[in-house]
C-alpha cells in the first residue's frame, strides 16, 4: 500500500512548489515510487488559467492531468485544505482510482459550520489584503502567519521563496475569489467516499479550527490524528511527523 504513485494537492492559491522539501521525505519514509505534486487550475504554472467555480472540476482537471502524464490508477492522494476537497470530490467521482488518502486540516460542509471552516479572526486580515492590493511580501508575510508555528525554521530564507513563486507566478485576485467560492459551496458526501482514509489535524491551526478535523472522523467513520502544536501547514511545520503518521498508518 505505501509503494505506488502518491499524488500531492496544495490549498487555497498555494502551488506545488509551496511543498517545499516535504515530497522527497515523504517518499523516502513511506516508500513511495513516485510522488506527482499537482498545480490546480489558476495556481503556480496554471496561473494563467481560470480558476474553476467549482471543487469536481478541480477534481477533473486533477484527473486529466494524471491521464496526460501517462499515470494509470489507482493512486493514492495526500491533501490539504482545499486540495483534500478536491481529492473527496475525485473519489466520489470516480471511486476506483484512489488506493487510500491522507487529508489534512479540511473542514467540508455539512460537518462543520463556516465560522469553523475560516477561523473569524482571519477575516479581517484577508479582507485587508484584496482590498489594498497588497504586494507579493506582504501577503506572504501574512500567510505564513495564519498558516504556520514552524520552530526553529528560517522564516527569512522561506519568505523569499515564497515571495519569488508568487511574482513569477502571481495568482490573480479573481481566481483566488474564484477558489475562495468553490471551497465555501462544496458540499461533501454523507459517507466517505475513500476505501481507506486518514485525517491529520493541527492542535493550533489558526486558519480552520482543528474541530473540523474531529467533526468528519466522526461522520465517516476514519481515524483522526492531531498534531499538538502545529499550524495550518502542518508538512511545513513538521513534514516528519506527517510522513511517519502516514507511514505508520499504512
Do not use: K
Not at 39 to 62: C, E, I, W
Not at 120 to 139: C, I, K, Q, S, V
Amino acid at each position: 500500500m505505501s509503494g505506488g504513485t502518491w499524488v500531492l494537492l496544495r490549498g487555497l492559491t498555494r502551488e506545488s512548489r509551496h511543498w517545499g522539501a516535504f515530497p522527497a521525505r515523504f517518499a523516502d519514509r513511506v516508500g513511495a515510487a513516485r510522488i506527482v505534486a499537482l498545480d490546480l487550475p489558476g495556481n503556480g504554472a496554471l496561473h494563467a488559467l481560470p480558476s474553476p467555480t467549482r471543487v469536481d472540476a478541480m477534481a477533473a482537471h486533477g484527473r486529466a492531468a494524471l491521464q496526460r502524464l501517462g499515470i494509470t490508477p489507482p493512486v493514492h492522494l495526500l491533501a490539504m485544505s482545499l486540495g483534500a476537497m478536491v481529492a473527496t470530490a475525485w473519489a466520489a467521482a470516480a471511486p476506483g482510482e484512489i488506493g487510500a488518502a491522507v487529508l489534512i486540516n479540511t473542514s467540508l460542509r455539512p460537518f462543520s459550520p463556516f465560522h469553523q471552516r475560516l477561523r473569524p479572526a482571519n477575516y479581517g486580515r484577508l479582507l485587508r489584503l484584496w482590498l489594498t492590493r497588497a504586494d507579493a511580501a506582504d501577503w506572504e508575510r501574512s500567510v505564513l502567519t495564519m498558516t504556520s508555528r514552524g520552530r526553529g525554521r528560517d522564516d527569512a530564507a522561506l519568505l523569499r521563496d515564497w515571495v519569488a513563486y508568487r511574482r513569477e507566478c502571481p495568482v490573480r485576485a479573481l481566481n483566488a475569489l474564484r477558489q475562495l467560492c468553490a471551497a465555501a459551496r462544496f458540499r461533501a458526501p454523507l459517507a466517505s467516499p475513500f476505501a481507506r482514509a486518514l485525517l491529520l489535524g493541527s492542535a493550533h491551526d489558526a486558519l480552520v479550527d482543528p474541530r473540523c478535523t474531529d467533526a468528519l472522523a466522526r461522520r465517516w467513520s476514519v481515524e483522526a490524528r492531531l498534531h499538538p502544536w502545529a499550524g495550518h501547514d502542518l508538512p511545513l511545520d513538521d513534514a516528519m511527523w506527517v510522513a511517519d503518521q502516514v507511514r505508520d498508518w499504512l
